[in-house]
């Protein structure tokens, strides 16, 4: 669900997983986590659709690292607004 936590939570999320041995899964919505790049690119497009400027944020990064610059502004653009 594209939502940051801190590491306190993360690393009891950790315990919680490895104590009752469970897959990986969102310490917010428990949906498991995406086990491959397409489905990672297809849940942050998802939050970007929901207007999520996290995930908008995270977009214009990659954008930015790939050279695209003029798609990376208008991530970094919306994500602001």
Same mark, same amino acid.
């Given at each position: $669900?594209? +939502?940051?936590?801190?590491?306190?939570?993360?690393?009891?999320?950790?315990?919680?997983?490895?104590? !009752?041995?469970? @897959?990986?899964?969102?310490?917010?919505?428990?949906?498991?986590?995406?086990?491959?790049?397409?489905? $990672?690119? +297809?849940?942050?497009?998802?939050?970007?659709?929901?207007?999520?400027?996290?995930?908008?944020?995270? !977009?214009?990064? @990659?954008?930015?690292?790939?050279?695209?610059?003029?798609?990376?502004?208008?991530?970094?653009?919306?994500?602001?607004?």
């Amino acid at each position: $669900c594209s +939502k940051k936590i801190c590491n306190g939570c993360n690393y009891a999320n950790q315990m919680r997983e490895a104590e !009752k041995k469970l @897959q990986h899964s969102c310490p917010f919505c428990r949906k498991p986590l995406p086990s491959t790049d397409k489905q $990672c690119d +297809k849940q942050m497009m998802k939050r970007i659709a929901a207007n999520d400027p996290g995930a908008m944020r995270r !977009k214009g990064k @990659q954008q930015h690292e790939k050279g695209d610059y003029r798609s990376a502004f208008e991530y970094y653009t919306r994500a602001a607004e």
